[in-house]
């Protein structure tokens, strides 16, 4: 726990240093990415103690707010997702530092720099709090930093516009997760996670009442269809290597909303993965013709992760549904498939959205229909986007 306490910390310490830089963009570089790679690589080290560990690790200090406890839990579940999140925010650090530098002439890069750690540190808060506030307080914190991510080039119209769709659709979802969190608690008769095994007793209603909640809330933010509307404007807005660690591993937090919820109810019924097999099979042939019909590269990205969002859920519900009907061999294998390619799709979108910015910055364009002979311009982005 002292490695996670510390992949909390170091971001935000370098992100508050990089505040103080001015228009020294060097130093707030140094400072920001600094703080951002050390604090994931002690998150790396974190994660994988968590999944190899044979008991959830816990660590909890009192917290003055009625109902709330700084309560934080490393399991096997937490653990898969902080993989991602902290080996992906390790290489946009990196990446945003060659990124931002043409902008340091303009603007004071420090502010950015803050908000892109604390983004880091407010993804790895939501997969490991183990109280509903502090859950809450994260996720919302997680929701603005990305939101002034993607305002970073707020002069151009279209940007503030796919910047307010955002917020607007993120909070939202948090009114459903208020509802769901409020209504938790009521029935545990307490708003800390190691009390919501009461859960498990509920009732088919209540727990699929529940159940409903977490899919909508936690669906807009993963962009899961008809949720995603934020997402095709949002992605192509955002700097690349912010719209990579959105759309690499930030959307996931979603989907571990949703397996972290199902985890205090009690056995779900059939339907409930039959929604999810219906949600992810729609989001997945919309995705995937809407991202066909694209002109702008990184909005075609964009779109594919509606897609691969889509995968992912169909996949999940296809566990649901196994195990409600008794078939454990096909739950194991759907519920596998669908972590899979959590996984997969973290490595290749991030990769491919990392590959937009180089072509961006070459060309000055995200328009397909002008761009052509990159290979040759460009033979190790060219070869890595393949």
């Given at each position: 726990m002292s490695f996670l306490l510390l992949a909390l910390l170091l971001p935000l310490a370098g992100g508050f240093a990089a505040l103080g830089t001015g228009r020294r963009a060097g130093l707030a570089a140094a400072f920001g990415a600094g703080g951002a790679v050390l604090g994931s690589l002690c998150g790396l080290a974190a994660a994988l103690r968590g999944l190899t560990a044979s008991a959830p690790l816990l660590w909890t200090r009192p917290w003055a707010v009625p109902g709330g406890s700084f309560a934080l839990r490393l399991d096997g579940l937490s653990a898969f997702f902080l993989v991602p999140i902290f080996l992906l925010s390790l290489l946009a650090a990196l990446y945003a530092v060659g990124y931002l530098a043409p902008f340091a002439r303009e603007r004071r890069l420090g502010p950015h720099w803050f908000f892109f750690n604390a983004l880091v540190t407010a993804m790895a808060l939501v997969v490991t709090a183990a109280n509903a506030l502090l859950f809450l307080a994260a996720w919302e914190l997680m929701s603005l930093t990305s939101f002034w991510l993607v305002a970073f080039e707020h002069r151009r119209p279209e940007v503030r516009q796919a910047a307010w769709v955002?917020?607007?659709?993120?909070?939202?979802?948090v009114v459903f997760l208020l509802a769901l969190f409020l209504l938790a608690g009521s029935y545990s008769g307490s708003l800390d996670?190691?009390?919501f095994s009461a859960l498990a007793k509920l009732a088919p209603g209540p727990a699929a009442l529940l159940f409903f909640l977490a899919v909508v809330g936690f669906g807009a933010k993963a962009g899961l269809f008809p949720f995603h509307v934020w997402l095709?404007?949002?992605h192509p807005a955002a700097p690349s290597h912010v719209s990579a660690l959105m759309s690499a591993v930030m959307i996931k937090t979603g989907i571990y909303g949703i397996l972290r919820i199902y985890t205090f109810l009690p056995q779900a019924a059939p339907w409930w993965g039959e929604v999810l097999m219906a949600l992810g099979a729609a989001g997945t042939l919309f995705g995937i013709a809407l991202a066909a019909l694209q002109r702008d590269l990184k909005r075609v990205l964009a779109y594919s992760t509606v897609e691969n969002i889509g995968i992912i859920v169909l996949a999940l519900g296809l566990a649901l549904t196994a195990a409600a009907r008794g078939l454990p061999a096909i739950?194991?294998?759907?519920?596998?498939?669908?972590l899979l390619h959590l996984w997969n799709h973290a490595l290749f979108k991030g990769l491919m959205f990392f590959g937009s910015g180089a072509v961006l910055h070459e060309t000055g364009t995200r328009d397909m229909d002008q761009l052509g002979g990159l290979l040759h311009?460009?033979?190790v982005t060219g070869t890595l986007l393949v």
């Open positions: 955002y917020l607007l659709a993120t909070h939202l979802g996670f190691t009390a095709p404007d949002a739950a194991l294998l759907a519920m596998a498939a669908g311009r460009l033979p």
